[in-house]
């Protein structure tokens, strides 16, 4: 296989969803513009990963976040394509050796969407109603809300999960914000949930670039278009996340913004089960996003004590 060394075409992998395809072409775009180049100088690799295959049981039960990168770092490392665009919540906390994260663009709504079907809100649904998410920190925070309705697993992407609740499988469901904005479907949203009281996870709404350790043609290309507040927001949602060993099976919130020089972020841990949680704030120095991170995420896990993250594996198990 040529390299983009040799050919001069920048192989840009991703999965194969129209939002992935959404991103992967935002981010062409960006480069387009920020290098004058035209569309034929990029080629987008779609790749099937096993987190779009696995569609019949949670992911926690089959391996976590890597399901949705595993196959696209292994074409990036070797040679097969030059970046690689994720979703930032996808991504694990720790990459393969020889990939780093070069860069993020600017960040969407970090917000969770409502979309109802028997009704726009989430606190109106009548008892016992059946509400569909395949996220464990949603379904955490649905139970925190409302403990008296059906949390119900909802695998697929956006398309899937809205025409299952078109025909009637569940009376809502939750999705990105950012993700139903990128596709251009934000009308479908009932209820847009606030920040304060239903935080999102981390790395929500931002889109990253994966390139190999090394390739500095490629990371001087990708370099143009970094979003530098969306990197330190992100440096601190991923450290706190990391400091918690954050996986499919771990309900965890996280969410950093920046100001001019300044970094505030907010973190939570909820059992699966919405009846307990903790929460810490912080703020500080832009240069000290990533220590922010990981203090919040040390303070919640003397203060929940072991035991707290112990049940977790126990539920993600059985859930």
């Given at each position: 296989?040529?390299?983009?060394?040799?050919?001069?075409?920048?192989?840009?992998?991703?999965?194969?969803?129209?939002?992935?395809?959404?991103?992967?072409?935002?981010?062409?775009?960006?480069?387009?513009?920020?290098?004058?180049?035209?569309?034929?100088?990029?080629?987008?690799?779609?790749?099937?990963?096993?987190?779009?295959?696995?569609?019949?049981?949670?992911?926690?039960?089959a391996g976590g976040k890597g399901l949705f990168?595993?196959?696209?770092?292994?074409?990036?490392?070797?040679?097969?394509?030059?970046?690689?665009?994720?979703?930032?919540?996808?991504?694990?906390?720790?990459?393969?050796?020889?990939?780093?994260?070069?860069?993020?663009?600017?960040?969407?709504?970090?917000?969770?969407?409502?979309?109802?079907?028997?009704?726009?809100?989430?606190?109106?649904?009548?008892?016992?109603?059946?509400?569909?998410?395949?996220?464990?920190?949603?379904?955490?925070?649905?139970?925190?809300?409302?403990?008296?309705?059906?949390?119900?697993?909802?695998?697929?992407?956006?398309?899937?999960?809205?025409?299952?609740?078109?025909?009637?499988?569940?009376?809502?469901?939750?999705?990105?914000?950012?993700?139903?904005?990128?596709?251009?479907?934000?009308?479908?949203?009932?209820?847009?949930?606030?920040?304060?009281?239903?935080?999102?996870?981390?790395?929500?709404?931002?889109?990253?670039?994966?390139?190999?350790?090394?390739?500095?043609?490629?990371?001087?290309?990708?370099?143009?278009?970094?979003?530098?507040?969306?990197?330190?927001?992100?440096?601190?949602?991923?450290?706190?996340?990391?400091?918690?060993?954050?996986?499919?099976?771990?309900?965890?919130?996280?969410?950093?913004?920046?100001?001019?020089?300044?970094?505030?972020?907010?973190?939570?841990?909820?059992?699966?089960?919405?009846?307990?949680?903790?929460?810490?704030?912080?703020?500080?120095?832009?240069?000290?996003?990533?220590?922010?991170?990981?203090?919040?995420?040390?303070?919640?896990?003397?203060?929940?004590?072991?035991?707290?993250?112990?049940?977790?594996?126990?539920?993600?198990?059985?859930?």
């Amino acid at each position: 296989m040529q390299s983009s060394m040799q050919t001069g075409v920048l192989r840009i992998g991703t999965r194969g969803s129209a939002l992935a395809l959404a991103q992967a072409h935002e981010t062409r775009a960006r480069l387009m513009a920020a290098h004058g180049l035209p569309e034929d100088a990029f080629v987008v690799e779609v790749i099937s990963t096993s987190g779009d295959r696995i569609q019949d049981r949670p992911l926690s039960e089959a391996g976590g976040k890597g399901l949705f990168t595993k196959e696209i770092e292994e074409a990036l490392l070797d040679g097969r394509i030059d970046l690689a665009v994720h979703s930032s919540k996808d991504m694990p906390t720790v990459l393969p050796e020889g990939l780093v994260l070069a860069a993020f663009l600017p960040r969407e709504d970090a917000r969770d969407a409502y979309v109802g079907r028997d009704g726009p809100r989430l606190v109106d649904l009548p008892r016992g109603a059946r509400v569909g998410s395949s996220s464990l920190r949603r379904q955490a925070l649905i139970r925190r809300l409302r403990p008296d309705i059906d949390v119900v697993m909802f695998r697929g992407n956006v398309e899937t999960r809205l025409r299952k609740l078109a025909a009637g499988e569940v009376a809502g469901t939750l999705l990105a914000l950012a993700g139903l904005k990128r596709l251009g479907r934000d009308g479908v949203a009932t209820e847009l949930m606030p920040l304060d009281s239903f935080p999102p996870a981390p790395g929500q709404g931002a889109i990253c670039i994966e390139t190999r350790v090394g390739d500095d043609r490629t990371a001087a290309l990708v370099a143009a278009i970094h979003h530098a507040p969306t990197g330190v927001a992100l440096a601190c949602e991923r450290a706190f996340l990391s400091v918690l060993d954050g996986s499919c099976r771990t309900p965890i919130a996280g969410h950093a913004t920046v100001e001019g020089g300044t970094i505030a972020f907010r973190g939570m841990i909820i059992t699966p089960d919405g009846r307990t949680w903790h929460e810490a704030e912080d703020r500080g120095a832009v240069a000290d996003a990533a220590a922010i991170g990981r203090a919040a995420a040390a303070d919640l896990r003397r203060r929940a004590g072991e035991a707290f993250f112990e049940g977790w594996t126990a539920w993600g198990a059985s859930s």
